[in-house]
């Protein structure tokens, strides 16, 4: 970053930045010496007489006194320091110095140490000192093997060190109960960690000579809420005690801890309850100073106020005098603090009304017994140090409120009792006679005065009161507790005790919150009757839920990048000059958290040797501790609790430095330039070696004196103090750049506290007025709390960010750690969020609301709120200074440009750091604009509702709706309007709003559509505004009125979409929402989704208010396309489901729909009808009635050729239907072998029909009813005889016959042949069974009847369906495809070239491929007639539908389909010549004939390249799907043949090869001699088996394996066939000559022995399908004749003889 920032021809020198410059004392003869060294210094650390100092480069300098370097120079002036060689090749990061040690931080984490080491405090055994800097090893021993802890920082005291770890951990070693180690052996040599901070987050340490510090984040909110225990974790004594008494009850949480902490079971630290939190401090830097500082002589003794803030109501003894601790003793304690214990006519004196006898003899005897107990638990812990004696002197002579605790014995409870009985009857005097307003001034000072609190000044009365709220609301339990909860309880919790459950005849004394839920949760009712009702009235009123101010948890998004403001401080070690800031001067063996200041927001501590600092985020310094010099920065007593520095108002303190007996504050002045400020002892020159605690001819300061040669230094970024010395590290200001980085900072600084004095002395009292929710109404109520968390956001944030900008001025001063460059998003989105709030309240009419009751509370002269508003105006109204003071932030936007661009100019242009000062000054700029635009519309629509008609501000008025224009000058008109009609249009950013003297009417901006209307058609100056149920015109007065309108609308229909608001118009298409008023079929109805110019189209939702709700496409505002539609249905609590596709409105196409009632539809609707093909569902096969129907619907009704498989009765009907009855012919079959085909009449068998019982009996006649027989007919039995004449009767219940029995001739064979019956004659016809299914093809593709359409449209419409489906798919609206799916899909997208043009064999095979893509694809309209037509094979033939008699059917149907699809191939590839056509050869040289023969002979045994048929080119594709059904009838026909046959093959395979070859008559000559074995020749024996002819055999078994190959079509089992001739073939010839060719006879028997061998199961069924389904074409070529010598193999074995 140097390299590139402007110079003027030279480089940086070291001497330009970070230049040393050190000191003593305060005196104006003081001038600093400079250090001169060779690099800038980066840290400094002093000790008593000795200094560190880290360079540049990583190397550290000491200079002073080195006792320890025995064998060396052992004194080096401070302008001469020396080179720590020994850490040479070492990267030092960070350094520190105790009293007569030092130590130094490595890149890696390493720890060095050196320096006097006599109790352990370098951690290096069995050595006193530590010449050079030693490495010491912090290992962690709870891992194994121990690994090395990453160290970040050190800090040293006289005789023990601390290191933060890089988990933020602490670890300890050397001496003294400052260690914070449980242990009593010192001292310690090896680094501990320091178990009671585990699991915390700590941000810094920091030694004392004798004590330590931490900085902690606090915890979150869901770890600080934890259940506290109910036993000490150290002593185990109970935390909390209640006694019941006969007339009272006692309830005490004091119990005391030696050690002042326990330990939890988490390893937490836990505050005793016995100790008494200290003072409230200020709340702002800019307070006066005479509100929280005293003009008193110090005294010994802790103000009684550390005490009341936090057990409010309990009674403490001053001197024999008795207190009794009311708030308005707070307040007065809190803002006196002269009125300390023991002092002579205090607070306690004047404002005390129970002057009680009893109560002082008590609370003696109670200091005495504490006493006692205090000193016993001492001894027991066995600690390894006494209190000092001083302390015990103290804690003997006078009672120091909050450390002795309360005991529970029987002496004590009768105490407490005789106590509470005497001030009861005073106690309810005084409540009763206070009336309500002077309770509220009881409860809160602030508001009228009390005495001894100053009244009248500005800003003194809130102030007292904000602080005194914050301390009411303290709780002294356990350091877990949650602070930030406590600011939102606070609110809820002024009104409780004392003064309210004290007041019956029971005193009940409460000393802590926990102990008050649990009395609260046991009173009886009959203990609230005996409260005062004029208070029980009170306590009943709603409480508004207060709002925390400081944000829970921070920031979320700021994360990591910004230090963390939510902190304590906790101290542990020695404490007797009170340097640990607990109220006492007791020791903390353990860390201990300071409760005071976990609010504070500290960033930053420092230790003196006997006094600690703590720096807050709003500049703020709190000192505690020894004060004999004046170091603390004030003269207030007592010292052992942190108080303020007494500083001049407006200089904000942002780096610390403490010493000996001085404290050095680093501090921004009325420049830029730093100023530094000092406070303590003065050093006498030569006068160094006299005792550090003599004061004694010493002077000293009685506050912050400022040092005047501090503008002489330049730009200081740190501050360093120790021993009596003091260094500052100066920046000399390069071009200006140090200059504007301090100005950045110093005016973060500035902002933040200035929104602190808002918040605390603005917003915290407005929010907690009793009468806030009254003036404002609930909504604004709301809204104040949302403005006030926004507000503490931001205030949050610049806080952050002004500590992390004061860091950065500490360290790495650079711009790349600028946070609001790198991550502005988080400034911008807070701005954002802020300014909204603020512009939401304003146009509410919140601030006007809140001027009243802010006037109740400032005051007719508001000074303390012009002066934040930094108003000069005299006379201002009140809401207009409030609209001033909340909108202040928005200036410091402003600023943040300003000072990036002032940076900017420190750089070259073409730096990287220039773009991004640049780019970040751009940014705030552009926000700030436009926040200034948002609070002008805020404005302008804040006066506009001032004058709107008071009827319909209620319901238009909200609060993120803006004004932008409207037409009350009669700009804008409707057209057509009546002559005395008023129409006034208002446009928002939302909405717009027409206007009729009481009714209006809102269009949503985003579904708002606005067209200009020519002007030369109609002279009219129009606009045409549609919305979804109205279009409307509107004439204005000009083409200027019309352009404004006209760009206005379009502007905020933009922004209303996309925030933007930049494009000139809106698309026409968006995405929006919309509640249907109008529409009757959408009436109520929201639909959400996409818009084209005011009509749902695209994708949405509708939702009705019934509970329907509609998702899919919409069409010109109509359901079109796929869509999801749920109905709920009432009387059966569940809901009816639509999934399908849509079309104008109506459910159209395919789809499923799910009943309530369990029922299935799978199939076509029409006009919200089950229409066309379908299947339905009903039942389960558990249910009642379960059924299937699959078949045709016309208008909901089954129509048409159908399938209905009754479940329950075990029958399945194929037949026709109409309006839902069996009517006209069809075919029923029962799974008890009954087969009916004839004709139905309403649902009946009525009229001619033939029926078939399972053993062939025959019927063949009339019907009247279902299986009745009924007229004449023909009974035929299965062994031939019949009956013939008229029959009445069920089948199989008996029958009445009357007619005549005829037995036929043996011999009468011709008389058997005419009385067999055919069957399909009654049954449906092949061609007329599942019209609907290839109809709705046709229809696909655009032709509304078969073959009747366009060619080149069909092709579209297949392009239009794959690419619809396929987008329907990519959106998730169904099923996900497979990826060969997807591939195919996108294939099949592309219309093909082929379907024109006449065919050759090349394009043949094309269209072939093509047709097994399409069958394939479940999208594609083939592959979805496919799909359908394998459903309903299946559904028709399996099941009670696998009857053999249903054969002949089943393969009909299969030729019908083949014929019906062929047709649709032809359309959609014209020039495919007709069934048995032929196509030319591809070429007329016999060499090339020959060869594409031969080829195609291996393809295919039909010849392609020859002759089309249907079989040749759908057969392939369909009969694979349709194989198992079909070949079950199959087997099922020929079920006995093929046992006949079966049987034969097992008795002829039992006999050796040799022998079944003799046996079939094979010639010697076709005998194989030898057969190859696992590769070798092995010769024929009479033994062998299986082995001749075997690849035959293996060729001839592929025939039936089915499952494992692909050979399902006649023409793949004549391939198979042939092949296997070919096999037998080449066995033969590899023994015989080579023109040998074939006999039959010869080739018969070896064939007939290969078909044994091969062993085919159902040989009988396979001949069967190839015979009905082989394609004619190749029935008398050699493939014929081959199948026909497999068929005569068939029969020849059914009757062979094996005799």
Not at 1300 to 1316: H, V
Not at 1331 to 1343: D, I, K, N, P, S
Not at 1519 to 1536: D, H, I, N, V
Not at 1561 to 1579: A, D, I, N, R, Y
Request: aromatic share 8%.
């Amino acid at each position: 970053m140097e390299s590139q920032r402007k110079s003027s021809g030279e480089e940086d020198s070291s001497g330009e930045r970070g230049s040393l410059h050190t000191w003593k004392g305060y005196s104006y003869s003081v001038t600093p010496e400079r250090v001169l060294l060779s690099r800038p210094v980066l840290q400094a650390a002093l000790g008593t007489r000795h200094g560190v100092l880290l360079v540049e480069g990583g190397q550290v300098y000491s200079f002073g006194e080195f006792p320890w370097k025995q064998s060396q120079v052992s004194v080096v002036g401070p302008l001469k320091p020396v080179l720590e060689s020994a850490l040479s090749g070492q990267r030092v990061v960070a350094v520190a110095a105790g009293s007569f040690h030092s130590g130094a931080v490595t890149e890696d984490g390493g720890v060095h140490m050196w320096g006097e080491n006599s109790f352990g405090q370098c951690g290096l055994s069995s050595l006193t000192v530590v010449p050079n800097p030693t490495p010491v090893a912090v290992l962690d021993p709870d891992t194994s093997p121990p690994h090395t802890i990453r160290v970040l920082e050190l800090a040293c005291g006289e005789q023990h060190s601390l290191a933060l770890s890089a988990q933020h951990e602490v670890w300890a070693w050397g001496s003294g109960c400052q260690l914070g180690l449980v242990t009593t052996i010192f001292p310690v040599w090896k680094p501990q960690k320091v178990e009671h901070l585990a699991g915390r987050h700590v941000l810094q340490v920091a030694c004392g000579a004798f004590h330590s510090l931490a900085l902690v984040r606090c915890l979150p909110p869901q770890e600080a809420r934890r259940p506290l225990p109910d036993k000490c974790g150290q002593c185990n004594q109970l935390l909390y005690t209640m006694t019941d008494k006969e007339d009272h009850v006692i309830i005490s949480d004091s119990h005391y801890c030696p050690l002042g902490v326990e330990l939890l079971a988490d390893g937490e630290a836990k505050l005793g309850p016995g100790r008494s939190p200290p003072l409230r401090l200020q709340s702002s830097p800019s307070e006066p100073l005479s509100s929280h500082t005293s003009a008193s002589a110090p005294g010994p003794h802790p103000s009684i106020t550390e005490h009341t803030d936090y057990e409010r109501g309990r009674t403490v003894a001053q001197n024999g005098e008795v207190l009794t601790t009311t708030d308005s003793d707070i307040s007065a304690a809190g803002t006196d603090s002269d009125r300390t214990v023991g002092g002579v006519g205090g607070a306690g004196s004047r404002n005390s009304p129970y002057p009680d006898q009893a109560v002082k003899e008590y609370l003696k005897k109670l200091s005495d017994t504490s006493l006692a107990e205090e000193t016993v638990k001492m001894t027991i812990a066995g600690a390894s140090f006494q209190p000092p004696a001083d302390s015990l002197d103290l804690l003997t002579s006078d009672l120091i409120p909050g450390v002795m605790p309360v005991t529970t014995s029987s002496a004590l409870n009768s105490l407490v009792s005789s106590c509470a009985s005497a001030v009861v009857g005073r106690v309810v005097s005084t409540c009763e006679a206070l009336s309500l307003k002077k309770r509220i001034n009881y409860y809160y000072p602030g508001v009228g005065g009390v005495a001894g609190v100053p009244g009248g000044v500005p800003g003194g009365p809130a102030e007292e009161r904000v602080r005194l709220e914050e301390s009411m609301q303290g709780k002294k339990s356990c350091s877990t507790g949650d602070i930030r909860e406590e600011e939102a309880e606070g609110l809820s919790r002024r009104l409780s005790l004392p003064g309210l459950l004290s007041q019956g005849r029971y005193a009940v004394r409460l000393l802590s919150s926990t102990s008050a839920h649990r009395l609260l949760s046991s009173l009886s009712s009959s203990y609230t009757l005996m409260l005062s009702p004029r208070l029980l009235r009170r306590a009943s009123r709603p409480r508004v839920r207060a709002v925390p101010l400081t944000p829970v948890g921070g920031l979320p998004e700021a994360g990591e990048l910004l230090p963390s403001l939510q902190t304590e401080v906790w101290s542990w070690g020695r404490g007797e000059e009170g340097q640990l800031g607990h109220g006492d001067n007791l020791p903390r063996l353990q860390p201990l958290c300071i409760k005071c200041l976990s609010s504070k927001e500290v960033v930053l501590v420092a230790a003196g040797a006997h006094h600690s600092l703590a720096l807050t985020a709003q500049s703020q310094v709190f000192s505690w501790g020894s004060n004999s010099s004046g170091q603390l920065g004030h003269m207030d007593c007592p010292t052992t609790i942190p108080r303020l520095a007494k500083l001049s108002e407006g200089i904000r303190v942002w780096d610390v430095g403490a010493g000996v007996q001085h404290t050095l504050l680093l501090a921004d002045g009325d420049c830029y330039q730093p100023i530094l400020y000092y406070s303590g002892q003065q050093v006498i020159e030569g006068a160094q070696d006299a005792p550090q605690d003599q004061t004694e001819g010493y002077s000293y300061t009685q506050q912050p004196v400022l040092l005047p040669f501090c503008m002489n230094l330049g730009y200081v970024s740190a501050v360093f103090a120790g021993g009596q010395s003091c260094v500052a590290l100066a920046d000399r200001n390069v071009m200006g750049f140090s200059a504007s980085l301090h100005e950045l900072a110093t005016a973060e600084r500035k902002f933040y506290c200035k929104l602190s004095s808002v918040k605390n002395h603005i917003l915290r009292p407005l929010l907690d007025l009793e009468s806030l929710s009254t003036a404002l109404g609930p909504a604004s109520t709301v809204m104040l709390q949302s403005l006030a968390r926004c507000y503490s956001r931001l205030c949050h944030l610049t806080g952050q960010h002004s500590a992390s900008l004061t860091a950065n001025l500490r360290r790495r001063r650079e711009v790349k750690s600028l946070v609001m460059l790198e991550h502005a998003s988080i400034f911008l989105d807070t701005y954002n969020e802020y300014c909204c709030s603020v512009g939401n309240f304003l146009v509410m009419g919140g601030f006007q609301a809140l001027a009243k009751p802010s006037l109740d509370f400032f005051g007719k002269c508001p000074e303390l709120l012009q002066r934040l508003a930094e108003s000069s105006e005299e006379n201002i109204p009140l809401s207009d200074l409030l609209v001033t003071l909340f909108y202040l932030p928005m200036r410091h936007l402003h600023e943040y440009g300003r000072l990036l661009l002032k940076l900017g100019t420190c750089f070259e242009v073409s730096s990287v750091d220039y773009q991004k000062l640049q780019d970040g000054c751009s940014k705030f700029e552009a926000l700030a604009l436009h926040l200034k635009r948002r609070r002008k519309e805020a404005e302008y629509t804040y006066h506009f509702w001032k004058s709107f008609p008071g009827k319909m501000t209620d319901s238009l008025r909200k609060p993120h709706r803006r004004l932008i224009c409207e037409s009350s000058n009669k700009a804008l008109t409707l057209q057509n309007s009546g002559r005395f009609s008023v129409n006034w249009f208002i446009l928002f950013n939302d909405a717009l709003v027409h206007a009729q003297f009481s009714t209006h009417h809102v269009f949503p901006l985003a579904t708002l559509w606005v067209e200009p209307i020519p002007e030369e058609n109609t002279g009219l100056y129009g606009l045409k505004l549609i919305s979804p149920e109205e279009t409307f015109t509107l004439l204005a007065c000009s083409s200027m009125e019309k352009a404004k309108w006209l760009r206005s609308i379009n502007q905020a229909v933009d922004q209303a979409m996309s925030g933007a608001g930049q494009r000139a118009e809106p698309p026409i298409s968006r995405t929006a929402s919309y509640t249907f008023y109008k529409d009757s079929r959408l009436k109520e109805a929201t639909y959400e989704g996409r818009w084209l110019a005011g009509k749902p189209n695209g994708r949405g939702m509708v939702k009705w208010l019934d509970g329907r709700i509609y998702t899919g496409t919409f069409k010109n505002g109509l359901e079109d396309g796929f869509g999801d539609y749920v109905i709920p249905s009432k009387t059966l609590n569940l809901n009816d489901h639509y999934q399908g596709h849509w079309k104008e409105g109506k459910m159209h196409g395919i789809g499923t729909y799910k009943y309530a009632t369990g029922e299935l539809y799978e199939g076509s609707f029409q006009d919200n009808m089950r229409h066309g093909h379908g299947m339905l569902r009903s039942g389960t096969l558990n249910s009642s009635s379960p059924s299937v129907f699959i078949g045709q619907w016309v208008h909901d009704k089954k129509t048409g050729y159908g399938v209905f498989d009754d479940i329950t009765r075990g029958e399945k009907y194929m037949g026709m239907w109409q309006d839902d009855q069996r009517q006209g012919t069809g075919v029923i079959v029962t799974q008890f072998g009954l087969y009916y085909e004839g004709a139905f009449n309403n649902n009946k068998m009525q009229g001619t029909g033939v029926l078939l019982s399972e053993d062939n009996t025959t019927y063949e006649g009339e019907f009247s009813e279902d299986w009745t027989l009924n007229g004449k007919g023909v009974l035929t039995m299965a062994n031939g005889d019949y009956f013939e004449g008229s029959f009445t009767g069920e089948w199989g219940s008996g029958l009445k016959v009357t007619g005549s029995f005829f037995k036929p001739n043996l011999y009468d064979s011709d008389g058997d042949k005419g009385r067999a019956v055919k069957l399909g004659r009654l049954a449906v016809r092949p061609e007329e069974k599942w019209r609907a299914v290839f109809e709705e093809c046709w229809m696909r593709l655009g032709c509304e009847a078969p073959g009747q359409g366009e060619n080149q449209r069909a092709w579209e419409n297949i392009a239009v369906a794959l690419t619809t489906s396929r987008r329907r798919h990519r959106d998730g609206s169904e099923m996900n495809l497979s990826r060969t799916h997807n591939r195919t899909l996108g294939s099949l997208e592309f219309i093909p070239q082929q379907h024109v043009g006449p065919v050759t064999m090349e394009k043949y095979d094309r269209i072939r491929h093509s047709l097994i893509k399409a069958c394939d694809m479940p999208l594609h309209p083939l592959g979805m007639l496919m799909e359908t037509l394998v459903a309903v094979y299946r559904m028709t033939y399996v099941g009670v539908g696998a009857n053999r008699r249903l054969l002949l059917q089943a393969v009909n149907e299969i030729m019908s389909y083949l014929a019906r699809i062929f047709q649709l191939v032809r359309f959609l590839f014209p020039d495919l010549p007709e069934e048995g056509g032929a196509i030319p050869e591809p070429s007329s040289d016999p060499q090339d004939k020959k060869d594409s023969n031969c080829a195609d002979t291996q393809l295919e045994s039909p010849k392609p390249g020859r002759v089309v048929s249907s079989s040749a080119l759908l057969l392939p594709v369909l009969l694979p799907r349709l194989y198992p059904p079909l070949f079950t009838l199959y087997a099922l026909e020929k079920e006995r043949e093929d046992d006949v046959y079966w049987e034969c093959v097992l008795r002829l395979n039992k006999q050796p090869d040799m022998a079944l070859l003799a046996f079939l008559g094979v010639q010697h000559k076709f005998w194989p001699v030898s057969v190859p074995v696992l590769g070798e020749k092995t010769e024929v024996v009479s033994s062998t088996k299986d082995a001749c002819f075997a690849s035959a055999t293996e060729t001839l078994q592929q025939i039936r394996q089915f499952v494992f190959s692909t050979t399902f079509t006649p023409s793949d089992k004549l391939q198979v066939i042939q092949l296997t001739f070919e096999e037998i073939t080449k066995e033969v010839m590899s023994s015989l000559e080579d023109n040998f060719l074939w006999s039959m006879d010869d080739l018969f028997p070896v064939f007939l022995y290969v078909v044994l061998r091969a062993r085919i199961r159902n040989l009988g069924s396979e001949v069967s399908l190839i015979e009905d389904l082989m394609d004619p074409c190749v029935q008398h070529g050699e493939h014929g004749i081959m199948f026909t010598t497999l068929k005569a193999c068939y029969y020849q074995i059914q009757h062979e003889k094996t005799t």
